[in-house]
T-cell receptor, first 113, second 115 residues
Framework: GNSVTQMEGPVTLSEEAFLTINCTYT??????LFWYVQYPGEGLQLLLK?????DKGSNKGFEATYRKETTSFHLEKGSVQVSDSAVYFC????????????FGRGTQLTVWP | KAGVTQTPRYLIKTRGQQVTLSCSPI?????VSWYQQTPGQGLQFLFE???????NKGNFPGRFSGRQFSNSRSEMNVSTLELGDSALYLC??????????????FGPGTRLTVT
């Protein structure tokens, strides 16, 4: 089954708006959780990560908190910029499957000035 | 420190041909994973190599194969290309040994077009 369910896009926001992209996962134990970002024509860049319950990953104004009780890892940013326009992927590492990340379908974010 | 590099960046092939893609991981990384990205299927895992051994394989036909060299560089090969193999192929490297510190760093990808 699908290990990662990610909010459907596209998401369109005005500059300085608040961003939330929802992500929930299914996995046993305590998987590591990641958010990656992909800009047009590029590979994926690691945005942030969390490796245990209640950890908060943060980078470039983006934050996500590892919620074990709700199996969620929602991405947030208080004030988006035009340069944040990209596709965002939530990913889960399940310790039983070496070298493999399970990705959500991606959420396209467009920020207008 | 140099990032993950992939060559070539773009490739156009004809149905029935074969292709080899190359990936050089970040220095010191011993794990290399490959993914296929398409608009319809999203990111799909192909396989992972660690210290020249394939440890994990996704659900792809045998036409897709890979290998890793002693310097951790990796190649993937697709034989008898089909139109559906057109995709962005992404390589990622990691320090991952036993499963800890599992962040993967991705290269820019190879865009393969099959005509």
């Amino acid at each position: 089954g699908n290990s990662v369910t990610q909010m459907e896009g596209p998401v369109t926001l005005s500059e300085e708006a608040f961003l939330t992209i929802n992500c929930t996962y299914t996995a046993t134990g305590y998987p590591s959780l990641f958010w990656y970002v992909q800009y047009p024509g590029e590979g994926l860049q690691l945005l942030l990560k969390a490796t245990k319950a209640d950890d908060k990953g943060s980078n470039k104004g983006f934050e996500a908190t590892y919620r074990k009780e709700t199996t969620s890892f929602h991405l947030e940013k208080g004030s988006v910029q035009v340069s944040d326009s990209a596709v965002y992927f939530c990913a889960v590492e399940r310790g039983s499957t070496l070298g493999r990340l399970y990705f959500g379908r991606g959420t396209q974010l467009t920020v207008w000035p | 420190k140099a990032g993950v590099t992939q060559t070539p960046r773009y490739l156009i092939k004809t149905r029935g041909q074969q292709v080899t893609l190359s990936c050089s991981p970040i220095s010191g990384h011993r794990s290399v994973s490959w993914y296929q990205q398409t608009p319809g299927q999203g990111l799909q895992f192909l396989f992972e190599y660690f210290s020249e051994t394939q440890r994990n394989k996704g659900n792809f036909p045998g036409r897709f194969s890979g290998r890793q060299f002693s310097n951790s560089r990796s190649e993937m090969n697709v034989s008898t290309l089909e139109l559906g193999d057109s995709a962005l192929y992404l390589c990622a490297s990691s320090l991952a040994g036993t499963g800890l510190n599992y962040e993967q760093y991705f290269g820019p990808g190879t865009r393969l077009t099959v005509t």
